[in-house]
């Protein structure tokens, strides 16, 4: 089984539509959403993880894609930019899945993109601006 | 054995002077004890690397053809405005200054994403700025408006003056309340849901020298990833507060007030820093040598994580309001863990300064020690310390009298 985490953006004509139901119906998906939001002008943007054989995940990616769905990969998602960093650790507390973690020894930061559900809470709490979404 | 400052420039002039770093020197008091590393090592390198708002920098732009005297006028700097109460083309651009048109806080929390410290860095990493002024018109100085492009090697005099910074020991801020608060401390999330500290702890200068027996008026050191010195106590100086055993402040504690040629530093080390919902600060990188002239002061700088204590205030009500308690008392050692405890609860710490740019800096100093690029100075006078009247009070108000009351 494998995991895909990917970034869905949606049209307002979409907004509406059961399109994770036929992830799951037609394309034998299971689907955890991560984040879910739908912006003032009734664009949604949805955080899933995508877990199925590869057959299905190529398949199910497809047919979003053909509704009209933006697809991106979440790893695009955040970036940290460690030239930007200090490696203060102001952002650790404020990472729920450890993405932002510290050597304790050394007290240095790093950034684990896989973990990275792009929850964005980092963005606001970084000083230097090392941490920035990248749509 | 005692040794003098000159007599450990001597060793560095021949190359046998032995430098090592504030963290370094802790594995050799614990190998050789005290006694021994007392007469074998000649400087403890220290360093820090935090937010220190009480920065800024003053300016001689260079008059221009015809004159203008941008004193008393009005001028910013990439839209920043900064003081202009000096004489004709010297200002002070402070680093918490913002543009007269961001909307600070008014669109709560504000982002804060440009003001005076960015201006600094920006100007240090050797790229332009937009210099634009209005001024009155004299006799001597007709000129009333002024727009250019400028850089820091066009300028004829560029200077890091910061009033405070190197804060000995600080707050751990929490937040007591049901909602999440923005404070200079980083953003505090409700219930105790993290702690932010602000200190590197064993690294930093003043815990290394914590009744200020070798950093004095003078003092030179590595500022900002040049040179610069130590020129008075900082503003809040407070050296007469509850000290453990080992001399270090529970509380914060005594500050430095610096000085140094901004030409010759450089972006790493000072960095513009936006504080949602707070404002702007500028991070600064300084370094302190410590000499090493007695046992008493090799003891001093080889205090551990372990043996340095901060007070947990709340920020939410105990700080704003100025109102006394300190919920709980923590190591550095505790703090680097990643977690505390406060009032029974498990709280997750970050930090607003560097340990590991810290360390950096203190490497680099031993570096320039080392490569004999930088000598020791001896203070030319104390900065107040234990025992001394200074300390700090709140503002006494008093209120206006109205005419005819």
Redesign the interface.
Known sequence: MLKKRIVLTFPPSLVSQPITYYLVKDYNLMFNIMRGVVTPDEEGRLVLELSGNRKSLDAGIAYLKQQGINVESLSHDIKWRENRC?????????CPTNALS?N?K???VSFNKEDCIACELCI??C???ALVINF | MAKTVSEINDKIKKGTAVVVTAEEIIDIVNRQGVKHAAKEVDVVTTGT???MCSSGAYFNFGHTKPRIKIGGGHCTLDNVPAYTGLAAVDVYLGATACPEDDPKNSVY?G?F?HGGAHVIEKLVAGKSVILKSRAYGTDCYPRRELETEIKLKDMNEAVLFNPRNCYQNYNVAVNLSDKTIYTYM??L?PRL????YSCAGQMSPLMNDPCYKTIGIGTRIFLGGGEGYVIWQGTQHNPNVKRGDNGVPRVPSGTLAVIGDLKKMSPDWL??????GYGV?L?VGIGVPIPVLNEEILRYTAVTDKDIIAPVVDYSVSYPQVKPGILAEVTYAEL???TIAVKGQKV??????????A?KIAELLKDRILRHEFYLTEAVAPIPSVGSDTSVKLLNEKPLKRKGE
């Open positions: 200090t490696h203060c650790t102001a952002c650790i507390p404020a510290v304790r050394t007290m240095e606001s709490i000083p230097f601006k | 690397f935090g937010p929390p982002t994403s980083g953003t999330r849901a993290n702690a932010n960095r513009g820093a936006s504080f949602t600060s991070t680097k863990s990643g997750q710490t970050g930090a607003m300064s560097s340990y590991s740019k360390v």
